[in-house]
C-alpha cells in the first residue's frame, strides 16, 4: 500500500481571494514505512508575502524583486518555478496514493485551486485521510494540533521552529504512524498472526490479558488539570467513585 504525507505552505487561507501554495513537501510510505523518496518544492505565487504567513514559515516577503539578500532561514521565491512548471512532476509523484494531511481540506483546497486554475483534474477529497480528524476521533476534548501530537508521542519536532512543508511531512509522518497504532503495525498484525496459529492452532484463539500494563498516554498538567475539574463538581461526582 502506497501512502503519501503530504504538507503545504502558503500565502494565507483562501485561494479565492488570491492566496497561493508557496512550498511542498512529501514523503512516501509503502506499508506505513517510509521508503526514503520525497518531493519537495519551493513555488513563485507572483505575488508578494504577506507579513502573518511570514511569521509562520519564514518564506520571505519580497519574492518577486527583493532589494536584499534572504537571511538565515528564509527563502526568497523570486526565481523559483510557478505551479505550471512543477504540476506535472508533482501530480506524477502523487500518482493515485492516498494522501495523508494534518487539516486536509486546506491543504486539498490550495492544491485543487492550483490544479484548476491549469485546467488540470481535480484531486478527489477521499483521495486525503486527514490526520487531524483521526487524532480528534481517538482523543476527544485535547490538543490535536502537530506539535501537540509531538509532545504526546514523545516525537522531536525540537527542529520546527517554523513551518517548512518538508520538515513537517516527516514529522506527521512519524505521528501517522502513531495515530495508527504505533510503528510498523502490519508487521505487529503478521506477529499476532503467527503467534496465535502456533500457540492455538487456530480458531480457538482467545485474548489474554497484557503482561505489563500499558503506560498512561496522560501526561503530569493534564492530570492535574483534570483533577482540577473534578474537584469542581463535588463530593458527588461520577469520578470520585471510580
Excluded at 500494563?213 to 492530570?223: D, F, H, Q, T, V
Amino acid at each position: 500500500m502506497r501512502e503519501i504525507v503530504l504538507d503545504t505552505e502558503t500565502t494565507g487561507f483562501e485561494p479565492s481571494e488570491g492566496d497561493r501554495i508557496v512550498e511542498i513537501g512529501a514523503i512516501e510510505l509503502h506499508n506505513h514505512m517510509p521508503t526514503g523518496r520525497t518531493y519537495h518544492q519551493y513555488i513563485n505565487p507572483m505575488r508578494s508575502m504577506p507579513a502573518g504567513a511570514f511569521e509562520i514559515h519564514g518564506i520571505g516577503p519580497d519574492l518577486l524583486d527583493s532589494p536584499r539578500p534572504a537571511e538565515k532561514g528564509e527563502v526568497i521565491l523570486k526565481d523559483k518555478p510557478v505551479f505550471a512548471d512543477i504540476a506535472q512532476a508533482f501530480v506524477d509523484f502523487i500518482g493515485d496514493a492516498k494522501l495523508v494531511i494534518h487539516n486536509a481540506a486546506f491543504d486539498m483546497k490550495f492544491l485543487n485551486a492550483e490544479l484548476g486554475w491549469l485546467n488540470r483534474p481535480l484531486l478527489p477529497m477521499d483521495q486525503a485521510l486527514d490526520t487531524l480528524a483521526i487524532a480528534r476521533k481517538k482523543f476527544p476534548g485535547s490538543p490535536a494540533s502537530l506539535d501537540a501530537l509531538c509532545r504526546r508521542f514523545g516525537i522531536d519536532n525540537s527542529n520546527r521552529t517554523l513551518h517548512g512543508a518538508l520538515l513537517d511531512s516527516e514529522i506527521l509522518a512519524e505521528v501517522y504512524l502513531e495515530l495508527i497504532g504505533g510503528r510498523q503495525p502490519d508487521l505487529v498484525l503478521a506477529g499476532n498472526q503467527t503467534a496465535k496459529t502456533s500457540t492455538t492452532g487456530g480458531s480457538d484463539w482467545r485474548p489474554t490479558p497484557r503482561p505489563n500494563p500499558l503506560g498512561s498516554k496522560i501526561n503530569a498538567a493534564e492530570a492535574e488539570a483534570h483533577a482540577a475539574f473534578v474537584e469542581k463538581l463535588g463530593d458527588n461526582a461520577l469520578w470520585n467513585k471510580l
